[in-house]
């Protein structure tokens, strides 16, 4: 059935008519809350299919966000496209969601992305086009892919993924950005993590705290990514640019030390959105929000050489 959807899918598709020079790509729903992209390069040369897991926030397919468009997953399936291999990326279900005005964050937990993931790993184990399933995480997406992959996957990609539990990770950016707050935070954690609930924070710290982001926040909190990349018996592979402002190096080193096998490489001058820049200020801030500006081409190289050895 699948291969007959895809031959389907080809054969619709006006793009690939027109040739290479633009990148053919299908649309494909799985179930309820999934819609994303697939990209197969003609003959699919690696018959590996590598699944695009995005960050933090309402996140699509590309990468982008509703302020933010910067086109790091898109650019990056292209740079693979170009390398013989397929990817399917996909958009959070909070865009779909908001698209609907259907979005109620109070009932959003850190388990439906992983449920989002374990669905589409389900929905292309049995594709014969495909012999290997690679799960690429970013950021947020990192740990979702780690528990999705594991018995349902044949690799793990982590980029810019966190190393340490979530709260931790948000009391160390506060240290570095507003060490004032940061007890504040530590102590709502603590509350968090013992009732399910917190009231004690002071109002700076209420885009973290508030009262309908908690069970979410709480859901989070649940998962050790270093236990949860030590439990993957399959071939890793955990990078971290050297301008990531969001993501400390720290935390990749984390990952590597609680899974020792794995492949770990720090790209020179990447940031969070994947693309090169040559100091952590405003220019670094400014890529954000640049469509236009390639990713790091030594993560291509990476993720590649990774997936053909």
């Not at 958009?91 to 779909?96: E, G, H, L, P, Y």
């Amino acid at each position: 059935m699948m291969r007959r959807i895809l031959a389907i899918l080809f054969l619709l598709s006006p793009l690939f008519i027109m040739g290479q020079s633009v990148y053919p790509e299908q649309t494909i729903t799985i179930g309820t809350h999934v819609d994303g992209t697939l990209m197969i390069p003609e003959g699919n040369q690696t018959k590996d299919l590598v699944i695009f897991i995005g960050g933090s926030g309402p996140t699509d397919r590309d990468g982008n966000q509703p302020m933010m468009q910067n086109n790091g997953f898109k650019f990056l399936a292209q740079g693979l496209f170009d390398n013989g291999i397929a990817s399917f990326r996909y958009d959070k279900r909070v865009v779909k969601a908001l698209k609907k005005g259907q979005f109620d964050e109070s009932s959003a937990r850190f388990d439906d992305f992983v449920s989002d993931a374990l669905e589409v790993l389900a929905f292309f184990k049995p594709a014969p086009e495909f012999h290997r399933l690679i799960v690429l995480g970013h950021s947020q997406g990192s740990l979702v892919g780690m528990l999705a992959a594991k018995d349902h996957a044949d690799a793990f990609i982590s980029i810019a993924g966190a190393g340490q539990e979530i709260d931790d990770v948000i009391i160390d950016q506060l240290n570095w950005q507003a060490p004032n707050l940061a007890d504040a935070a530590r102590q709502a954690f603590d509350d968090l993590r013992a009732n399910g609930v917190t009231t004690n924070y002071p109002a700076p710290l209420a885009s973290i705290f508030r009262p309908s982001l908690q069970g979410f926040i709480s859901n989070w909190m649940a998962y050790n990514p270093q236990t949860a990349i030590a439990d993957l018996a399959m071939p890793i592979l955990i990078i971290n640019g050297t301008r990531d402002m969001q993501v400390q190096i720290s935390e990749a080193e984390a990952l590597h030390g609680a899974a020792e096998s794995s492949d770990f490489l720090l790209i020179d001058n990447m940031n969070h959105v994947l693309k090169v820049v040559s100091d952590d200020g405003l220019e670094n801030s400014k890529t954000y929000n640049d469509p236009n500006l390639p990713v790091a081409p030594k993560l291509i190289d990476a993720i590649v050489s990774f997936i053909k050895a």
